[in-house]
């Protein structure tokens, strides 16, 4: 069993930053690609990043491709979330995910959810 604890979301102009944390307890996070997804009111949860268990293989979605940064680091069990330039569009409830295999864009692969942190950007 892992344990997933998100955390760094906030109230954020648009063109801010953030970093989102996602801290691991249960199991070794090294074990586990991991993903980043998110929920915005009203809409599907849709894919965000993804990490190999290494962190040698990322993939993003082509719509924050270029602003945003997944990375790990397997000794502090935690991954991150960079968010650059944020628009009003990034706004949503942001969730990290463990999958204990290869890294993959879809959430019903991932075996593990964290609560989720808030990502509001105004405009």
């Known amino acids: 069993q892992v344990q997933l604890v998100e955390s760094g979301g906030g109230l954020v102009q648009a063109g801010g930053s953030l970093r989102l944390s996602c801290a691991a307890s249960?199991?070794?996070?090294?074990?586990?690609?991991m993903g980043w997804f998110r929920q915005a009111p009203g809409k599907e949860r849709e894919f965000v990043a993804t990490i190999s268990r290494s962190g040698s293989t990322t993939y993003y979605a082509d719509s924050v491709k270029g602003r945003f940064t997944i990375s790990r680091d397997n000794a502090k069990n935690t991954v991150y979330l960079q968010l650059n330039s944020l628009k009003p569009e990034d706004m949503a409830v942001y969730y990290c995910?463990?999958?204990?295999?290869?890294?993959?864009?879809?959430?019903?692969?991932?075996?593990?959810w964290g609560q989720g942190t808030q990502v509001t950007v105004s405009s």
């Open positions: 249960g199991r070794t996070l090294s074990n586990y690609a």
């Open positions: 995910a463990a999958r204990n295999w290869a890294v993959s864009t879809s959430g019903r692969e991932y075996d593990y």
